[in-house]
């Protein structure tokens, strides 16, 4: 098969590839980048763990072409805290306990990131419709919910670092 | 808790900051230099006769390494259940029959997956299609089709339990219309029993198999070194203590040679204790090419080949006297094993014993066979027959209430046992925080003001369950070891698997609190088979009763010998001392004080080199020698019982039949609460999980096929089917647990789903006696009723 050059910027790295054009874009991050953060549930769209956020939105990475991230930016959650900070959301993860395996939390932060970005004060009904995407077995959602909320309530939690 | 400093309180994880960074490592993360990708071709048949298998074409195409067949493990048998009375059935890959679609056929590893998919694709199969049975009640008629013959053990072959070192040898079996497994257990005298009661009722409930849906879908990376012979491997699993177990017994590599290392598992739910073929022949790929490699599940192979839970048909026949005392207890089971045994055997048996602590019933008959169908596995799942038989006698038992006139709470009080009870078993209620449980929940739901009283479509149930702390027959033992560092911090190595439910946060949390120390100050290494002692994992709830006491244990040991070397060092009996914030001090004289640093350098130095090392290691029944018999329920199960009591309060909509749950409360009797952010955790993921349960799981087949083998089709539940969860602590501490602590992730969801059957029950009078309550069901019913 014959290799495509795709130019992304990850993690606000710049990244120039060679890559076969038929792998998508979480096998790029994951195979290619080596950032294995981002996870694999089902490769068909419906469970949220490759949750990633690309130009602003968050998307599933597992269905989704590499190459269709091409001249693009993609925030992985490998790049949600900066200078050995964590990002507000994920240590508000840590103080409400909002995680048990922890398989689903890397695409929970990146869609709860890319909600609050859009919508800094959303309700919890509004909460809840927005992470329908991303399936949990351990926990119930009670905590991620109660921990984003709490993000959503305290703008200055959120603001004080994301700007 | 004034008096502790540490448990009991809601501390951060300690495996926080890994997995909110992504930094957390799982088995499907790991990548080894030469690494080989591994793909398995599975039955697309029920039941056929494999006429022949061509893979040469598959082995010419550039990139293929290994390609196996049935042939390389002909006659080798695994399971979960591996007695004298029931031979592991289960060959690592279809030999000369396929029993079910999905069953392992052919393997390939090759340079990446496209060529191992590629692969796949060439590799001829010639099958003979044979009628196939998929009902059990059918598979044991006469003259159904037969899916295996008699099993018997190969020449010298030890069964497990055998190599376990307690048990005789095995002796063939022969599955007699499709039996596969039976239970009879009893006490008293059942027909007096009836006879003597007032009222008589029985019902028949069925409840189908459900998917555990870990969000981590099921994989192994395996290293075998050739000229070494070591195997290392990375598992997705609940203890590397039985899956090395088998690779071994199968492929006879030396368990010694056999590493698992720690990784994070991405959600567990009884799905990931037993064995299974990716494992072994990921182990067997390495071995034939020498290369690491990775074997991993799609979606839907884990909805297909991983094994559901069990799906039981259960008539449940009760006596009762008109003041609502139960004289007697008839049950009869039917299992659905699928083409192997898996678990059912066991599962037959936890029917019964994972009940028993609740209600003093005096004449009781169980009794259960399971059937081979040609259809996946069965497994253990989260609460493994308590939550199929909770579903089926409490709401039996709200049915009866109601036909006498009862409150279900109080006839459910009125026939509990009693702490210090000792069971027909012989097992005792050391703590039993089951009535508390019940009226705690009661009293916070307000069920008084609220049962019958909620108006039309809305409904308050209530149920009960209870959780074993660790068996007899499983975990044996779990070892810890804790060592001194310079610092005054200290070490712990334990093998205990983090698949979410929080071993190593509460295990140091335990240490720490005995060691005088907070959790920062306590390493942990864990996980891994070889840098930890023994530990035979959380199986049947084990986890915190089991292991987690032994690192307590360990805390205890290095306790003693800090506060001896103290002793000495400030001329002082070892009583007079006690250890703060790596310190001991004297209790009278708080001044004096020596620190742990100073205590380990003087150790070294005057001790011949001692570098204090505390080990600590328990069984989960100490007193017993043999295993309980699965079949007959004779034997001590645990040591310990966990219990639950929930009310769930419902809406059920009327012109559609939709049910939506508005509000769990479930108060839970864990002994003590360590760490309390993730008990209520467990107690939340419980109840969801439960709300899927009640309302809409159900692995669905059609002619052996899995029909909703995906997360669109196979719904669970969402962030928006989430009702309000109200968790209340009802602890009674177990004098053997550590700080009377006892298990809390598996207890809780069985009670839940009975709850909500009974709410909705409440709401509709619509008597369903099937699981998933779906909307249909409700809708028919109240059609029904209203004609």
Not at chain 2, 130 to 147: R, S
Not at chain 2, 192 to 209: C, S
Not at chain 2, 323 to 329: R, V, Y
Not at chain 2, 685 to 697: K, T
């Amino acid at each position: 098969m014959e290799r495509k050059l795709i130019k992304v910027r990850v993690n606000g790295e710049p990244h120039e590839l060679w890559i076969k054009p038929n792998i998508t874009l979480v096998d790029l991050l994951r195979n290619e980048l080596g950032l294995t953060g981002t996870k694999i549930g089902c490769i068909s769209n419906s469970c949220g763990a490759c949750t990633v956020i690309m130009d602003g939105m968050a998307i599933k990475s597992c269905s989704i072409l590499a190459m269709q991230a091409d001249g693009k930016e993609v925030l992985t959650v490998e790049g949600l805290a900066q200078d050995g900070t964590l990002h507000p959301l994920q240590q508000s993860f840590i103080d409400h306990a909002a995680f048990q395996c922890g398989f689903c939390t890397p695409g929970k932060l990146m869609s709860a990131k890319a909600l609050l970005d859009e919508n800094s004060n959303p309700t919890e009904e509004e909460l809840r419709r927005d992470m329908e995407g991303n399936l949990c077995r351990c926990t119930g959602y009670v905590k991620y919910i109660e921990a984003i909320m709490d993000i959503a309530q305290h703008p200055g939690k959120y603001s004080a670092k994301e700007g | 808790m004034a008096e502790y400093r540490v448990i009991g309180k809601d501390l951060p994880r300690k495996d926080s900051i890994e997995k909110v960074t992504g930094k957390a490592l799982y088995s499907f993360d790991v990548s080894l230099p030469d690494m080989l990708y591994a793909k398995i071709l599975r039955s697309v048949y029920s039941h056929a006769r494999i006429v022949n298998i061509d893979t040469s074409e598959a082995e010419k195409l550039p990139g293929v390494k290994a390609v196996i067949t049935g042939k390389e493990t002909w006659g080798i048998r695994f399971g979960f259940v591996d007695t004298p009375r029931y031979p592991a059935d289960q060959p690592v890959m279809a030999e000369d029959k396929v029993c079910y679609i999905g069953e392992s056929v052919a393997a390939v590893a090759a340079i990446d997956e496209d060529t191992a998919n590629e692969a796949l694709d060439l590799i001829e199969i010639e099958y003979e299609p044979i009628p196939a049975v998929f009902d059990p009640e059918e598979a044991m008629n006469e003259g159904a089709p037969q899916i295996h013959g008699e099993q018997v053990p190969a020449p010298g072959r030890k069964c497990a339990w055998q190599d376990w070192g307690v048990a005789r040898a095995a002796r063939s079996f022969n599955p007699v219309n499709n039996i596969g497994a039976a239970v009879n257990i009893g006490y008293g005298d059942t027909e007096k029993g009836f006879a003597e009661a007032d009222y008589i009722r029985e019902d028949t409930f069925v409840i189908p198999r459900t998917n555990h849906t870990c969000m981590e879908p099921h994989g192994a990376v395996a290293n075998y070194n050739p000229f070494t012979g070591y195997l290392d491997i990375w598992l997705s699993h609940m203890g590397y203590e039985v899956k090395r177990y088998w690779i071994s017994k199968t492929l006879g590599i030396p368990i010694g040679k056999i590493r698992g290392h720690k990784v994070f598992v991405g959600g567990a739910f009884g799905g990931k204790a037993q064995a299974f073929d990716y494992e072994i022949i990921a182990a067997l790929l390495s071995r034939k090419t020498g290369r690491p490699v990775k074997l991993f599940l799609a979606r839907d192979e884990v909805f297909t080949s991983t094994n559901n839970s069990v799906a039981l048909k259960i008539n449940v026949k009760k006596g009762v006297k008109k003041d609502g005392t139960i004289m007697a207890q008839h049950v009869k089971l039917i299992g659905d094993m699928g083409a192997y045994r898996g678990s059912v055997p066991v599962c037959l048996f936890l029917c019964h014993s994972m009940r028993d602590a609740i209600y003093n019933i005096p004449n009781l008959t169980h009794e259960g066979v399971g059937a081979y169908t040609n259809k996946s596995t069965t497994m253990s799942k989260r609460g493994h027959g308590s939550q199929q038989m909770t579903t089926a006698i409490e709401a039996q038992m709200d049915w009866i209430a109601e036909d006498l006139g009862l409150d279900p709470a109080e006839f459910r009080l009125k026939n509990l046992r009693n702490k210090g009870d000792i069971l027909p078993n012989r097992d005792r209620l050391n703590s039993y925080g089951l009535p508390d449980c019940i009226k705690k929940v009661v009293e916070a739901s307000k069920w008084k003001e609220k049962r019958g009283q909620l108006g039309p479509g809305r409904g308050i149930g209530l149920a009960v369950s209870s959780m074993f702390n660790g068996s007899g027959y499983w975990p044996f033992t779990c070892a810890s070891i804790i060592k001194m560092n310079h610092d005054g911090t200290v070490t712990l190595y334990n093998a205990q698997v983090e698949f979410g439910q929080g071993p190593t946060t509460t295990m140091c949390q335990l240490v720490a609190e005995e060691l005088g120390l907070e959790v920062e100050d306590v390493n942990l290494v864990d996980g891994d088979s070889e840098l930890c002692p023994v530990d035979y994992n959380n199986w049947l709830s084990g986890g915190m009763f089991v292991s987690c006491k032994s690192a307590l244990r360990a805390a205890q040991d290095l306790k003693q010998q800090l506060l001896k070397v103290a002793a000495e060092m400030l001329e002082e009996d070892a009583e007079a001392l006690q250890v703060m914030g790596r310190r001991v001090y004297i209790k009278s004289d708080l001044q004096e004080v020596v620190t742990f640093d100073e205590i380990l350098r003087y150790s070294i130095q005057k001790h011949d080199g001692d570098p204090l090392i505390g080990k600590g290691f328990n069984k989960a029944v100490p007193e017993i020698e043999f295993y309980p018999s699965l079949s007959k329920g004779s034997g001590r199960w645990t040591d310990a019982y966990s219990f639950t009591a929930a009310v769930a309060e419902v809406s059920v909509d009327e012109e559609t039949g939709r049910t939506k749950v508005d509000h769990i409360w479930v108060a839970d009797d864990c002994g003590r609460e360590i760490n309390t952010a993730i008990c209520q955790g467990q107690l939340q993921g419980q109840s969801v999980m439960g709300i899927g349960d009640a309302l809409f799981e159900e692995v669905m087949f059609s002619e052996g096929r899995t029909v909703n083998a995906n997360f669109v089709d196979y719904e669970i539940p969402r962030a928006l089917d989430v009702s309000q969860i109200t968790t209340i602590d009802a602890s009674d501490p177990d004098p053997n647990g550590p700080f009377g602590a006892k298990e809390i992730g598996e207890c809780a969801r069985a009670a839940v789903i009975g709850s909500i059957v009974n709410a909705v029950y409440d709401a509709t009078k619509v008597n369903v006696k099937s699981l998933p309550l779906h909307p249909e069901k409700i809708f028919r019913g109240l059609r029904e009723k209203t004609n």
